[in-house]
């Protein structure tokens, strides 16, 4: 599976939106973005997941970029809540099918 | 989304005992699940993925004999650390993969975790 690139640490003021990147440079065509977030001490929980085109649900929305070397999980109005570490983990749909590989992920902290 | 649940939460046991972890999903048929282990400061690490009926596959340098993986049902799967040892502290994590009546999960639901100590 191709690996990622995520900045170390990123802040975010309550309210606003929160955009984090990944870099998934090498990612090959059968292969789905994910992300996932963990809260300290609690297992992760699964956030958005897309392939080419961009996609929304009730917690964020995925930009993926049109030659899918890099992403941008949105976060439009961001809590203290939604303090957390997110992983961007990029999977194959072949033999590995379901292991998620994951990273040191972005530290988010949401401050008043 | 889907839950899944572990149990116990916390478990405190004595060197050279053996430990075992319950995954339950709750209202998917979990076809695999997965083990992570966590350590303090650490992201996770995949253990073993286990598909309901087989055999688990672990990854490379977990020794399958010491954390026995049973997956005999669709909606449990559990994890024995058999002599724990103190360096097999940790945080340890299950996730489920499935369907339900109408729809065909691809992303991976996680458990709250069990925290092991081994004193």
């Known amino acids: 599976d191709a690996k990622t690139t995520q900045p170390t640490s990123m802040d975010c003021a309550e309210g606003r939106a929160a955009n984090l990147p990944c870099n998934h440079s090498?990612?090959?065509?059968?292969?789905?973005v994910y992300w996932y977030r963990q809260i300290h001490s609690q297992g992760p929980q699964y956030i958005i997941h897309g392939l080419k085109n961009n996609e929304t649900n009730e917690m964020a929305s995925l930009i993926i970029t049109e030659d899918r070397k890099s992403s941008t999980l949105i976060l439009p109005h961001a809590t203290l809540r939604d303090t957390a570490v997110y992983y961007c983990i990029v999977q194959s749909g072949g033999t590995s099918y379901g292991k998620l590989t994951f990273g040191q992920g972005t530290i988010l902290t949401v401050h008043p | 989304g889907a839950v899944v649940s572990q149990h116990p939460s916390r478990v405190i046991c004595k060197s050279g005992t053996s430990v075992k972890i319950e995954c339950r999903s709750l209202d998917f048929q979990a076809t695999t699940m997965f083990w992570y282990r966590q350590f303090p400061k650490q992201s996770l690490m995949l253990m073993a993925t286990s598909n309901e009926g087989s055999k688990a596959t672990y990854e490379q340098g977990v020794e399958k004999d010491k954390f026995l993986i049973n997956h005999a049902s669709l909606t449990l799967s559990t994890l024995t650390v058999t002599s724990a040892h103190p360096e097999d502290s940790s945080f340890y994590i299950c996730s489920a993969r499935g369907y339900t009546t109408g729809e065909i999960y691809n992303e991976q639901f996680f458990g709250p975790g069990t925290r092991l100590t081994v004193l």
């Open positions: 090498t990612i090959s065509g059968n292969e789905y």
